[in-house]
């Protein structure tokens, strides 16, 4: 039998073959135009962006700082030689008549920040645990002072120079204790024209303080040794002295006649640890 042939593959028609090159080459261009596009775009986004953060950055460079003024109150001393007064006075929810006396603190407000500031206000209040007189109470705050024994009213507002020191000296009227009172009163007639020093020494010798505690006196060798009670037993006043300046500085110091820069014989140099509520005090025992 005669072998059959095999049909001949059809031919593409040569102009189709053509045009598809040419749809796919475009393709290919249209997608890298695209991506180019996308690309351009994209850099200059994040170019934009770049300068508006540069930009910001100056403006930020160029922006003042905000002030902070740096308070705080260096040293506190009493002042027991200064000339004092003692008047009578019946606090509420106490039995019968007692007396305050003036005393004299010598306080150094240091500006430990880079600026000038203005002290515009002070305030205090007595913050001991059981206070015969309350939190606040007429007498306890008898103004500033001059530190210079002339007893010149300090006037508010004044200024503190940056890296510098003013003293002022707060008067304040401290809550006695009736039976320290009536002693006291009873031997100085015209408490004005006395130093509290006086006062104290005289409170001494009758073995007892403006609060009452009770002091044990041995003599030896024409010298007398005063035994004070234990700290945790020691009565007295805690006081919150608050300074404030224009620019919202403010300083938080606690005072008191032992504890807190208070009467030299104890010779205590730990200060006091003020709770950041303000609202209770935790007194070192050595």
């Known amino acids: 039998m005669p072998r059959k042939k095999n049909s001949p593959k059809p031919q593409k028609d040569p102009q189709i073959v053509k045009n598809a090159e040419l749809i796919s080459v475009e393709k290919s261009k249209d997608a890298r135009e695209k991506s180019n596009l996308i690309a ?16 910001y950055q100056i403006y930020l ?16 001393d009493l002042m027991r030689n200064y000339t004092t007064s003692i008047r009578s006075f019946s606090p509420p929810f106490f039995d019968g008549t007692t ?6 603190w010598r306080i150094v407000i240091s500006n430990i920040g880079e600026k000038d500031f203005s002290v515009t206000k002070y305030d205090m ?12 109470y007429t007498g306890i705050d008898q103004g500033l002072f001059s530190c210079d024994g002339k007893y010149t009213y300090y006037a508010l507002p004044f200024t503190v120079s940056n890296g510098g020191t003013t003293v002022v000296c707060l008067k304040m009227g401290l809550v006695m204790n ?7 009163s009873s031997n100085f007639k015209d408490s004005t024209t006395v130093s509290f020093n006086e006062i104290e020494t005289f409170l001494r010798s009758r073995e007892t303080d403006i609060y009452g505690n009770k002091i044990q006196i041995i003599s030896a060798d024409s010298k007398n040794t005063y035994i004070y009670p234990a700290l945790k037993d020691i009565r007295e006043q805690l006081f919150v002295v608050n300074f404030y300046t224009s620019r919202g500085g ?37």
């Open 178 to 184: 009736k039976e320290s009172f009536n002693l006291a």
């Open 125 to 136: 209040a007595d913050k001991s645990d059981n206070s015969p007189s309350g939190t606040y």
């Open 40 to 55: 351009a775009w994209v850099v200059a986004i994040f170019t934009v962006l770049s300068v508006v953060f540069a930009v």
């Open 61 to 76: 460079g160029f922006q003042p700082k905000p002030i902070v003024d740096e308070i705080t109150v260096s040293k506190v």
């Open 99 to 104: 007396g305050i006396i003036s005393v004299y």
């Open 250 to 286: 403010v300083v938080h110091r606690i005072i008191g006649y032992y504890l807190c820069n208070g009467a030299s014989e104890l010779q205590l140099s730990t200060p006091c640890i003020l709770s950041d509520d303000l609202q209770s005090f935790k007194t070192p025992v050595p």
